[in-house]
């Protein structure tokens, strides 16, 4: 499956199934201050799990940082 993921085009031979699979593998299993939007729809967190992921998706993983 090639999916998009942060302006990157990537292939997956064994692809992550839903968000929640993409997030883990993609941040190391960090899940605190991050937010993802396919196709320019934001997911909410708490529907990680129910949101299968499709070739061809642009995905879009942010990190919130702190500084000033």
Do not use: C, Y
């Not at 993921?5 to 991050?34: S, W, Y």
Request: proline content about 6%.
């Amino acid at each position: 499956m090639t999916l998009n993921i942060n302006q990157q085009t990537r292939f997956f031979e064994d692809p992550p199934q839903d968000v929640a699979a993409l997030v883990a593998l993609e941040m190391q299993g960090k899940t605190k201050g991050i937010a993802v939007a396919i196709n320019q729809q934001v997911i909410p967190k708490d529907r990680w799990a129910d949101t299968p992921l499709h070739e061809q998706d642009q995905i879009l993983i942010i990190s919130a940082t702190q500084g000033g």
